[in-house]
């Protein structure tokens, strides 16, 4: 039976502009954009996760809302369950020591970024394409 990762996204608006953040050049998938989030842990919610996940990585805290997309994809060793969430931006500023990079991006700037597979199925729904 194949492993699936169910994994989470936050969509955090600041300004009409979206975060993207840049995974490291060490990573899977590496300098790909994405919005920030990560694995849902055994027990967690996936509000708590994206609040853990979200702090781990870029140092932000913030409020999960309402699911706005949810894709499954098929990776070579593994199947994904993508769900990415509307996200209240409470309190930090985005740190580095995780990602190699972030942006702030208007929605029809996102096409100009390279996200991976999931993610990019989750953009296309996200602009309606």
Known sequence: MRRKIRVV??????DGRYLITQRPATATLP????????????????QL????EVMELVGLV???????IH???AYEAYDIDFCVYRCRLR?????????NDHRWVLPRELDGYQFPPADEKSIALLLGL
């Open 31 to 46: 300098l790909l954009w994405e919005f920030p989030g990560g694995r849902v842990e055994p027990g967690e919610t996936d």
């Open 49 to 52: 996760a994206l609040a853990r």
């Open 71 to 73: 894709v499954e994809h």
């Open 9 to 14: 996204g936050a969509m955090i608006e600041r």
């Open 91 to 99: 309190s930090g500023t985005p740190r580095h020591d995780r990602i």
């Open 62 to 68: 913030v409020e999960a809302d309402d699911r706005v």
